[in-house]
T-cell receptor, first 111, second 116 residues
């Protein structure tokens, strides 16, 4: 049973528009969340994180929103660029423990 | 090269072979991890080494044997693998959480393993 879910395996967005990637989790003990981006033939690279004491964290074009009551987080990319095309993994952690990763969402940004 | 280097990048091995995957990090991290990435599945944690001691192995089959001789190097020894073990094997490192604030991981590029 997956504790971290990304229900959209793929997403296509026009360049310049907003990309919204969603992630749901089931374990209420999770209190720290990260997004990773993965290009083909490379390992995942850290993108942005958020702890459960916040509901929003912003870094340039990337914003992560956390809704603890719904056990839901989302990553917004504005504006989307072709170089953002990659697989995005959501990961969750119970502080001090290891991370659990979602299956990933493949984002395609069309020029 | 990134701070976490994995070799080889690609490996094809027969089911009776013995091979090893290597991971090296120069980030001063004190924890290292092996992950398995199979097609259409989430990343699966295989092994964790913290301060050179194995702390978790997540019930991985014994045909996978990790070794961590020091905080900068991590190996995954492979023997008598099965075709279903074909996957991308990722190494990662991190600074062990202090005050319960994890720092996140730095991943290597992975070894694409094919078992024939």
């Amino acid at each position: 049973d997956q504790q971290v879910k990304q229900n959209s395996p793929s997403l296509s967005v026009q360049e310049g528009r907003i990309s919204i990637l969603n992630c749901d989790y089931t374990n209420s003990m999770f209190d720290y969340f990260l997004w990773y981006k993965k290009y083909p033939a490379e390992g995942p690279t850290f993108l942005i994180s958020i702890s459960s004491i916040k509901d929003k964290n912003e870094d340039g074009r990337f914003t992560v929103f956390l809704n603890k009551s719904a056990k839901h987080l989302s990553l917004h990319i504005v504006p989307s660029q072709p170089g953002d095309s990659a697989v995005y993994f959501c990961a969750a952690s119970d502080y001090g423990q290891n991370f659990v990763f979602g299956p990933g969402t493949r984002l395609s940004v069309l020029p | 090269e990134t701070g976490v280097t994995q070799t080889p990048r690609h490996l094809v091995m027969g089911m009776t072979n013995k091979k090893s995957l290597k991971c090296e990090q120069h980030l001063g991290h004190n924890a290292m991890y092996w992950y398995k990435q199979s097609a259409k599945k989430p990343l699966e944690l295989m092994f964790v080494y913290s301060l050179e001691e194995r702390v978790e192995n997540n019930s991985v089959p014994s045909r996978f044997s990790p070794e961590c001789p020091n905080s900068s190097h991590l190996f995954l020894h492979l023997h008598t693998l099965q075709p279903e073990d074909s996957a991308l094997y990722l190494c990662a490192s991190s600074q062990e959480p202090r005050d319960r604030v994890p720092y996140g991981y730095t991943f290597g590029s992975g070894t694409r393993l094919t078992v024939v």
